[in-house]
């Protein structure tokens, strides 16, 4: 009455069924993809890449980096805030509007500028809101400098 069944066992022509599923995956940083070994492994990938597709210009993360530098110059942190972050700023903007930038050290400037702002953004109230444009900025230009948007600490 309370013994156990034995197993059910998959029929011989029929393999077990699996299935594997992910939703609303953000595709900024890369791709996902599972499987699993046996039976027949059949995988579809799809998403929007958005911007690693389309690409980005140097002219596009100059524009980008000038609402920065607007938005900096606009918030209400102090001049010696604003002026620390603008020195990082400013040359990021300039070597990304060289012909050929070195995208490398557009990098390390801007990562000090996002580094500068959680810094803020964790003190004051002016850094909050000015963090949540620099985060989607700084998620716009990493892929063009050949990132992972957690390099700046997203």
């Known amino acids: 009455m309370f013994g156990k069944k034995p197993p059910s066992e998959p029929s011989k022509s029929q393999p077990p069924n699996q299935s594997q599923s992910l939703s609303n995956v953000s595709l900024t940083g890369g791709m996902v993809q599972l499987g699993q070994a046996g039976g027949n492994l059949q995988q579809n990938q799809s998403g929007a890449l958005q911007t690693e597709q389309q690409g ?53 400037n801007l990562k000090q500028v996002s580094e500068t702002m959680k810094t803020l953004k964790d003190t004051t109230e002016a850094g909050k809101s000015l963090w949540q444009t620099g985060a989607e900025i700084f998620k716009t230009v990493a892929p063009w400098i050949g990132v992972a948007a957690a390099f700046f600490e997203l």
Request: aromatic share 2%; glycine share 4%; charged share 30%.
């Open 56 to 108: 980005i210009t140097a002219t596009e993360v100059v524009t980008l980096l000038e609402q920065l530098e607007a938005a900096i110059k606009g918030s209400a942190l102090s001049s010696a805030q604003q002026e620390e972050l603008l020195d990082y700023l400013r040359p990021a903007k300039r070597e990304a509007s060289k012909e050929t930038p070195q995208k490398e050290l557009v990098g390390q």
